[in-house]
């Protein structure tokens, strides 16, 4: 498939491979439902500027796996389910793209449990993280902020979790409340991007130093639901740490390449 955007020639080629299994268990047992989910995705793009040079060009490989055990009541445990999730991704640029060819590994697994049976529940998530990310040319430099920041490879690990309480007030009435911590690690774009985006017009850099994502979440809610009538109020606040985002960095800093201005990925707090 093509498409055209701002002057520049976009072509993109993608194939697709998914496959689910699933089985349910009819008698009464702890755990009811198992299931296995895999993927496979070949993505080609090429973006071709107005002269027919490659401005940017990448060929990705990336594969998926998922693991699901979902359970029934047990005792104080309502119900619940757990997990675990791979993901390898290949990644081998060419054109005017000085981003070096990266491969990746992601490992997750989490737990998801509702305790209680009544009018009062408590909502306990817990999940592990797990990233390792390769550039094949270690050689190669960034400059961050000034620095000629060395491209290596960045391990990433952490957990994040959340809590919460679920009453109902009435049927048709519920309250909740919930903390939770979140994570993500910075992607492939964000630690080793170094060449223009045609599409948004920018020269895309990133930082090899950039730190974890994390962040904290409350959250406060009140549902009413009747036959004919359903409405939700809610409040909300998060912060986050070492927040990922492109920036100037108050700089007006031309790219390279045909002028276009330079964005940096960085690391800022945020609420």
Do not use: C, K
Not at 1 to 28: K, L, P, Q, T
Not at 110 to 129: H, K, N, P, S
């Amino acid at each position: 498939m093509g498409g055209h955007e701002r002057g520049v020639d976009i072509e993109m080629r993608r194939h697709s491979f998914r496959g689910e299994a699933e089985r349910h268990y009819e008698e009464e047992r702890f755990v009811n439902t198992l299931r296995a989910a895999g993927s496979y995705t070949y993505y080609h793009h090429v973006e071709l500027e107005q002269s027919g040079n490659i401005g940017a060009e990448y060929t990705q490989n990336m594969s998926n796996l998922d693991l699901l055990a979902h359970h029934g009541a047990a005792g104080l445990l309502a119900l619940g389910a757990v997990g675990a999730q791979a993901h390898y991704r290949d990644i081998q640029t060419g054109g005017s793209l000085r981003t070096p060819s990266t491969y990746d590994l992601a490992l997750a697994a989490f737990l998801v449990e509702e305790i209680g049976t009544g009018r009062l529940r408590l909502q306990l998530g817990a999940r592990y993280d797990w990233a390792h990310y390769v550039p094949r040319d270690t050689t190669a430099f960034i400059f961050a902020g000034g620095q000629r920041i060395p491209v290596r490879p960045r391990t990433f690990g952490a957990v994040s979790g959340s809590a919460g309480l679920l009453f109902a007030a009435t049927n048709a009435v519920r309250l909740g409340t919930s903390v939770s911590r979140a994570y993500r690690t910075p992607d492939f774009n964000e630690l080793y991007s170094n060449g223009p985006h045609l599409a948004a017009n920018s020269y895309d850099v990133g930082d090899p130093s950039l730190g974890r994502e994390t962040g904290l979440g409350v959250d406060v809610f009140v549902r009413v639901t009747t036959e004919g009538f359903t409405a939700e109020l809610a409040g909300f606040s998060n912060w986050l740490n070492d927040y990922v985002f492109p920036s100037s960095r108050g700089w007006a800093e031309l790219g390279t390449q045909g002028g276009r201005p330079r964005f940096q990925y960085t690391n800022e707090n945020t609420r």
